[in-house]
Antibody, heavy 128, light 111 residues
Framework: EVQLVESGGGLVQPGGSLRLSCAASGFTFSSYEMNWVRQAPGKGLEWVSYISSSGSTIYYADSVKGRFTISRDNAKNSLYLQMNSLRAEDTAVYYC?????????????????????WGKGTTVTVSS | QSVLTQPPSVSGAPGQRVTISCTGSSSNIGAGYDVHWYQQLPGTAPKLLIYGNSNRPSGVPDRFSGSKSGTSASLAITGLQAEDEADYYCQSYDSSLSRRVFGGGTKLTVL
């Protein structure tokens, strides 16, 4: 069964740090681009970060650039999000999501891809 | 304010047809970037519903369909069922922002 399982969330004070993990199983993790997407309480979805299958290409939303670092370990089938200088507005459920493509879209840039597998999410609360 | 605009809510009776619009601009949908739709049932993670504007992943009923025209996209749900009650999000890419963007989400209520 294709599965993504996030962990590492919790309560942290403003200015603190947290490292999220996402364990992948049921598919060849090293062949897929991955993302982090978050959802603040009662709000919509916000794309946070992207990493290519090899880890060589990375993108961030402006809201987290310079504070968050995405990485992966293909040998461990794991995706990570290191979050530093956390703010109250970073409070959210964080989902890892697999990128996929089909047919001709696989020859196009990553932003034509879609997120076809999602984890159940891990909750991050930033509060004093 | 989301880059992609969706109605906050829509409703319909069982068996009816509803549509959810997703309005963008010339830097996202109008630029030719694909639109994808996700369904989020209460208390659960999002699930891919439509990809590449109009394609259904295996397992998604053909009651769900997507379309795109100009700077807008639409999700149509026919034969509405109680289990369809959920939040629906459209997603695309915006070249001005250089990032993926989501609509604000639409809450579907089955009356």
């Amino acid at each position: 069964e294709v599965q993504l399982v996030e962990s590492g969330g919790g309560l942290v004070q403003p200015g603190g740090s947290l490292r999220l993990s996402c364990a992948a199983s049921g598919f060849t993790f090293s062949s897929y681009e991955m993302n982090w997407v978050r959802q603040a309480p009662g709000k919509g979805l916000e794309w946070v970060s992207y990493i290519s299958s090899s880890g060589s290409t990375i993108y961030y939303a402006d809201s987290v650039k310079g504070r968050f670092t995405i990485s992966r370990d293909n040998a461990k089938n794991s995706l990570y999000l290191q979050m530093n200088s956390l703010r109250a507005e970073d409070t959210a459920v964080y989902y890892c999501a697999r990128d996929s493509c089909s047919g001709g879209s696989c020859y196009l840039p990553y932003y034509y891809y879609y997120m076809d597998v999602w984890g159940k999410g891990t909750t991050v609360t930033v509060s004093s | 304010q989301s880059v992609l605009t969706q109605p906050p809510s829509v409703s319909g009776a069982p068996g009816q047809r509803v549509t959810i619009s997703c309005t963008g601009s010339s830097s996202n949908i109008g630029a030719g970037y694909d639109v994808h739709w996700y369904q989020q049932l209460p208390g659960t993670a999002p699930k891919l519903l439509i990809y590449g504007n109009s394609n259904r992943p295996s397992g998604v009923p053909d009651r769900f369909s997507g379309s795109k025209s100009g700077t807008s996209a639409s999700l149509a749900i026919t034969g509405l069922q109680a289990e369809d009650e959920a939040d629906y999000y459209c997603q695309s890419y915006d070249s001005s922002l250089s990032r993926r963007v989501f609509g604000g989400g639409t809450k579907l209520t089955v009356l």
